[in-house]
Structures are given as structure tokens and as C-alpha cells.
């Protein structure tokens, strides 16, 4: 069954307002100083003919590539491509799993049974980790795609499902995905490394989740603006929503959509913006092993 498939997602944001903001000694407004922070981009996303996005001039500012499997994007040819050109520029692999959802892109919710989206979250965590040994690499993490992304940040069932399907390929696969979900304390449960992103290019609601791209202003396409942003982001933990509230993000990630219009320029601004501030960029897969 389909339902509505462009949900916002929830995020498990402190809401403070301006004028809190200006408070002295409110914890909420402390600053992160983030030393380091990842940055991630969805690819692999072309189709035979079809061409979405500009994976291999990406692949040269991101540290993280969230590398579609099938389901909602992708043919073995341009996947096998897009993860070839990614180790060879020391990119970290992350498989981007979807419900089988071709015509939809992905971003229409399934009504899937949870031992299907299972053995379904298997299978494509297991192609992408084959094309990648093929080249001499392997896939670190997994990050949701689309409306799969949306339900399991509060579906537990689904959320389990996943987490399942993780755990029953390799357990030492970290997880990407929105901070305060459901599968995020699903996937700690299992004993899996959990880490957070916020995302560059999309706007958040005052309650700190994401507006919907069915609205006005959902996606922000000013490169100098999404730079600002997320310097702001990393230095303070916090982002401004699309009302002027300022809500607190815990991110170890920072996502550009690489099929976004601009998407390369954004993401070499957002680089270039948090390298001048004294940040690192480095997968954030490489945490857990510190």
C-alpha cells in the first residue's frame, strides 16, 4: 500500500528562541566546537540513459557517499562507477537502502512486512558490499533513503526491521540517520555504532523537524546562505528554522542532496567555509574506531 511519501522526518531538537539565545549561562545555547565534521552526499542515483546528479566532481569534496542500491535508484554499471571513483578518492562507502520503489525514487511510503524489508535491506547492503570489494573497498555504514529514512525515524517496527537486516550482514556497520529517532535507539540497542546528521540544503520546522518539499521554501538553493548555516551549525550546535527559531542539532554529519540543483557548488562552499573556520573534514565512520 502507498501513502503520502514526502513526511517530515522528526528530529530531536531543542527549541530556543532568540531571545533565549541571548541569556546568559543557558546551557542550551553553549556552543559545540566541533573540531571535525563529515560531509555526506547521496549517489549513484543514475538510471541507464538517465543521468541524476554529478557523482565524480562530488566525490571530490564529500568524505562520506551515501551510494544507492538498486531500490529506488541506479543500475550495477553506474553503482560499480560511482564506487570505484569513490575509493579512489578515499571517500567513505555507505549504502543508501530504499523500499523497492523504482518509479517513485523511493520517496513513497511501503507498507511493507517487516521479515520483506528485511531480507530486502539484506540483499542491498550485500550487493553494494560485493561492487565494493570487487574494487578493493568496502561499505562502512547505511543510511536510509527517502521515505524508508522518514518512517523509521518513528516506526519502531520498521526501525527494527532494518536494524535486523544490519546486524545479520555485519555488525560492525555503523548507521546514519536523524538525531532523536526511532531506529537510532533501536540500532544502539543492537549494539550498533549510531551516528547523527543535519542537513545543509533542506529547511527545518520550528519543532525541529523537516519542512516538507510539497512547501514553500523546503529546499534552500543561495550557496552562500547554506555555507553560513552550517558554520553556524557546527560551531553552536544550532540552525535557524524557517519561522526564525533557533533550535539546537547534534550532528555528526552534514548532508547536500547531490541530486539538488547546484549541488557541487554548495558542497565545495560548505567545505571551503568550515576548512577557513579551523574544521576538519573527515568521514565520521572513522569515529568509531577512535
Known amino acids: 500500500m502507498h501513502i503520502n511519501g514526502d513526511e517530515p522526518a522528526v528530529i530531536d531538537a531543542a527549541v530556543v528562541s532568540n531571545s533565549e539565545c541571548l541569556a546568559v549561562g543557558d546551557a542550551r545555547c553553549a556552543g559545540t566546537g566541533l573540531s571535525s565534521i563529515d560531509l555526506n552526499s547521496d549517489m549513484g542515483e543514475s538510471f ?50 530504499a523500499y523497492r520503489d523504482l518509479s517513485g525514487f523511493g520517496r513513497r ?24 570489494t570487487s574494487v578493493g573497498s568496502r561499505v562502512s555504514y ?22 535486523d537486516a544490519i546486524v545479520a550482514v555485519d555488525p560492525s556497520l555503523a548507521l546514519l540517520t536523524l538525531p532523536g529517532s526511532a ?18 540544503d533542506r529547511a527545518y520546522t520550528p519543532e525541529g523537524r523537516l519542512v516538507p518539499r510539497s512547501q514553500p521554501g523546503a529546499v534552500i538553493h543561495d550557496v552562500a546562505e547554506v555555507a ?11 540552525i535557524e528554522a524557517i519561522d526564525g527559531t533557533i533550535i539546537h542539532v ?19 562552499a560548505v567545505r571551503a567555509r568550515l576548512e577557513s573556520d579551523g574544521v576538519l573534514l573527515e568521514p565520521f565512520a572513522f569515529k568509531e574506531q577512535s
Open 142 to 163: 547505511v543510511k536510509p533513503h527517502g521515505a524508508l529514512y522518514n518512517r523509521i525515524a518513528v516506526d519502531e517496527q520498521q526501525a527494527k526491521a532494518v536494524v
Open 250 to 268: 547534534d550532528a555528526d554529519s552534514v548532508c547536500v542532496h547531490g541530486d539538488s540543483p547546484g549541488a557541487v557548488d554548495m558542497a565545495k
Open 48 to 97: 541507464g540513459r538517465w543521468t541524476l546528479g554529478d557523482d565524480k566532481a562530488l566525490l571530490g569534496v564529500v568524505t562520506s557517499a551515501n551510494i544507492a542500491c538498486g531500490f529506488h535508484a541506479g543500475d550495477p554499471a553506474g553503482i560499480l562507477r560511482t564506487v570505484s571513483n569513490a575509493a579512489a578518492n578515499h571517500v567513505c562507502i555507505g549504502a543508501h537502502v
Open 183 to 200: 531506529v537510532g535507539r533501536v540500532a544502539e540497542d543492537a549494539g550498533l555504532h549510531v551516528f547523527r546528521e543535519a542537513f545543509a
Open 228 to 238: 553560513d548555516r552550517i558554520a553556524t551549525l557546527v560551531a553552536t550546535g544550532r
Open 109 to 132: 511510503f511501503l507498507d511493507e512486512q517487516p521479515e520483506d524489508l528485511t531480507a530486502d535491506v539484506i540483499y542491498q547492503i550485500a550487493a553494494l558490499e560485493g561492487i565494493a
